[in-house]
């Protein structure tokens, strides 16, 4: 009888202790560590991963908590762990498949030049190094033959990066994207001639209602051989000859730079931002308009006031000037 007592008292002991290692959390480690779990990998290979790295005290201890969860599916995948867990919550962890990953926001409008920024600052990769990926057209030359760089073809969105994403690996993602959106239009039009106009309305326009107008504007500007005068090429190519330094200068309106449409007629040799897909559309179908001309309104709206005449262009400008004038006194 006492034999049997003394069983059932060390059975409970040692459930206790079992379950004592189920739920109390444990960090073997310092700082972050990270564990790559590839498809494939046995539970007991994973268990050897995260007893090695310091994540659970044993092996064991994962193997039991995976037993209670037999049912559920463990997901391949890097995971982070950068606090003391229990076996239990590892094992929920893997299961929900919360893999880490970083998330690149690229808004509409943005250039090469940004998104390296943006690369750099969630630390990815050094800006320099996405710029020089960038700079290789080759992985959209089918689609546009002419096209100088990616710019233009890094489609806006919100990605879902893994530590290990290299440039060109980003490049690929983000033209990728753009093929489907450019296949989502339909459009039978030049693509090269589109994305780089979308660009330029792109960078100029801050109410989505206006993009067709100013699409407008420019297409008319075109057919006409007159200049587009466009402040944001001039921009563009003072970032390309590395001497933008945040305004616009007499020299920069003077560059002999190609994308400078203050000195060059036509569209520049490429695009100079990346546009999203409503920017895209609104140039494959602009508005019907004989403006020639838009200048910002002083209202600080936003919006713009479209002109056919230079005489009624220049009162919307000076309308502009003295309403800029009010505001900072």
Do not use: N
């Given at each position: 009888m006492k034999?049997?007592?003394?069983?059932?008292?060390?059975?409970?002991?040692?459930?206790?202790?079992?379950?004592?290692?189920?739920?109390?959390?444990?960090?073997?480690?310092?700082?972050?560590?990270?564990?790559?779990?590839?498809?494939?990998?046995?539970?007991?290979?994973?268990?050897?991963?995260?007893?090695?790295?310091?994540?659970?005290?044993?092996?064991?201890?994962?193997?039991?908590?995976?037993?209670?969860?037999?049912?559920?599916?463990?997901?391949?995948?890097?995971?982070?762990f950068n606090r003391p867990a229990t076996p239990v919550e590892v094992v929920n962890r893997i299961a929900r498949g919360e893999i880490f990953y970083y998330e690149l926001v690229v808004p509409e409008g943005k250039n090469m030049f940004d998104i390296a920024a943006a690369a750099e600052q969630l630390g990815?990769?050094?800006?320099?190094?996405?710029?020089?990926?960038?700079?290789?057209?080759?992985?959209?030359?089918?689609?546009?033959?002419?096209?100088?760089?990616?710019?233009?073809?890094?489609?806006?969105?919100?990605?879902?990066?893994?530590?290990?994403?290299?440039?060109?690996?980003?490049?690929?993602?983000?033209?990728?994207?753009?093929?489907?959106?450019?296949?989502?239009?339909g459009a039978n039009g030049d693509v090269h001639r589109t994305v780089t106009l979308a660009s330029l309305v792109e960078k100029e326009s801050k109410l989505p209602a206006e993009r067709p107008k100013i699409a407008a504007v420019f297409e008319n500007r075109l057919r006409i051989g007159m200049k587009l005068d466009c402040d944001p090429t001039t921009i563009y190519a003072a970032m390309l000859d590395g001497r933008y330094r945040g305004v616009i200068h007499r020299s920069d309106l003077d560059s002999e730079n190609l994308y400078n449409t203050y000195r060059h007629p036509g569209l520049p040799p490429g695009p100079i931002a990346n546009p999203g897909l409503a920017t895209l559309r609104a140039v494959v179908t602009p508005d019907v308009s004989d403006a020639l001309y838009f200048v910002?309104?002083?209202?600080?709206?936003?919006?713009?006031?479209?002109?056919?005449?230079?005489?009624?262009?220049?009162?919307?400008?000076?309308?502009?000037?003295?309403?800029?004038h009010t505001q900072n006194r």
């Open positions: 034999a049997i007592r003394f069983l059932v008292l060390a059975g409970v002991l040692l459930g206790g202790f079992v379950g004592y290692r189920l739920v109390v959390p444990y960090q073997g480690f310092a700082g972050e560590i990270f564990i790559d779990v590839p498809r494939g990998t046995s539970t007991s290979g994973i268990a050897d991963l995260l007893a090695k790295a310091g994540v659970v005290r044993g092996r064991s201890d994962f193997l039991l908590a995976r037993l209670i969860a037999q049912r559920k599916i463990l997901q391949a995948g890097e995971y982070r990815l990769f050094p800006a320099s190094r996405f710029v020089d990926a960038a700079r290789d057209p080759r992985l959209i030359h089918d689609l546009d033959p002419a096209a100088p760089t990616l710019e233009g073809y890094l489609f806006p969105d919100s990605y879902k990066l893994g530590r290990h994403t290299t440039p060109e690996d980003l490049c690929h993602i983000m033209t990728g994207k753009f093929r489907a959106a450019w296949k989502s239009l910002a309104r002083p209202d600080g709206s936003g919006a713009h006031e479209f002109s056919s005449s230079m005489g009624a262009h220049e009162s919307a400008v000076e309308k502009y000037r003295r309403g800029q």
